[in-house]
């Protein structure tokens, strides 16, 4: 998904594609996208199985997978995908997005009631700053949930700069200029961190540190929303989730009241962090997400030590 723009033609996601095949390789790219049609086709079989048994129209859960871009959200939807009984909408369900966006939320609510699934999760990232009224606004027959999944700030940029390069950089010049009210990037924002994004030199700032910006002024959303005091949004780090995939997902199973199967972490290659040196990236913003890292490990730790 483009980070610049909500609605990328069709010969930009060619030629992201392409370049994320050829620096990343095809096998990559075809499981980042799930390309694989006969893993679709099977898995499409078992989730109408499941429906054909166990139909519990309208008291499907809707779930919202939000966060920002390249912090491992499809891993984590990948697992929960895996489950016969769950209904998965990715950003490029045309039913529930338009452009990456959120259909409006009487659309989503029609998904949810009629859904013979036990949970309906969606992954509206472009949407996570709206992420209280998802939740208390729905009006669907059960309580919705929501996963907010982060990532250390130099893996983040590393993966956003090789798959957006300077997509960041592009939009946080506009927000700073004042062009940027209609932008999705711009939503949700503190005066506090919109006074931040308009103190930088845009000219001189490297792709890096801005993606790194990107970053933080997108995860202090979790705790300026309020979410870190809700019991009905579970925080999820992708790097804990890479060094420990079961601890992780039973976790997420139980939040979600879901059974944990082995099928959910096939996919996850256990690894610990890399050994590569930290980016440069501005020294200023380099402190604010060291910080805000430290904050989000702690509340991340405590869901983990949650019954």
């Known amino acids: 998904m483009s980070e610049r723009s909500a609605r990328p033609?069709?010969?930009?996601?060619?030629?992201?594609?392409?370049?994320?095949?050829?620096?990343?390789?095809?096998?990559?790219?075809?499981?980042?996208?799930?390309?694989?049609?006969?893993?679709?086709?099977?898995?499409?079989?078992?989730?109408w199985q499941w429906r054909r048994a166990h139909d519990v129209r309208p008291n499907a859960v809707p779930v919202f997978v939000v966060g920002v871009q390249r912090s491992g959200t499809n891993m984590l939807t990948r697992g929960l995908e895996s489950r016969p009984e769950i209904e998965v909408h990715n950003e490029n369900s045309r039913r529930a997005f338009d452009g990456f966006r959120l259909r409006p939320e009487h659309v989503i609510r029609e998904i949810v009631v009629s859904s013979g699934h036990r949970h309906v999760v969606f992954k509206p990232l472009c949407d996570?700053?709206?992420?209280?009224?998802?939740?208390?606004?729905?009006?669907?027959?059960?309580r919705g949930r929501a996963v907010w999944a982060y990532r250390s700030v130099d893996g983040r940029v590393r993966s956003a700069v090789a798959k957006f390069g300077s997509d960041n950089l592009v939009a946080l010049r506009e927000i700073a200029a004042g062009r940027g009210d209609g932008m999705w990037q711009a939503q949700g924002l503190s005066a506090e961190n919109r006074e931040l994004i308009e103190s930088f030199d845009y000219e001189n700032l490297s792709p890096e540190s801005a993606a790194a910006l990107f970053w933080y002024v997108r995860n202090s959303l979790y705790f300026e929303l309020g979410l870190d005091r809700r019991d009905d949004v579970m925080l999820a780090s992708y790097d804990a989730l890479v060094a420990g995939p079961e601890l992780v997902i039973r976790s997420l199973c139980s939040f979600l009241e879901l059974r944990f199967d082995e099928d959910m972490i096939d996919h996850i290659e256990r690894r610990t962090p890399p050994s590569t040196r930290p980016l440069v990236i501005d020294?200023?913003?380099?402190?604010?997400?060291?910080?805000?890292?430290?904050r989000l490990d702690r509340a991340a730790a405590a869901h983990l030590e949650r019954p």
């Open 9 to 47: 033609s069709r010969a930009q996601r060619i030629e992201r594609h392409v370049r994320w095949a050829r620096e990343h390789g095809l096998r990559r790219l075809v499981e980042e996208d799930q390309l694989n049609p006969i893993t679709r086709a099977s898995l499409a079989y078992r989730k």
């Open 283 to 294: 020294d200023e913003i380099r402190t604010l997400c060291d910080r805000l890292t430290a």
């Open 128 to 142: 996570s700053h709206r992420t209280p009224d998802l939740l208390d606004g729905l009006g669907t027959p059960s």
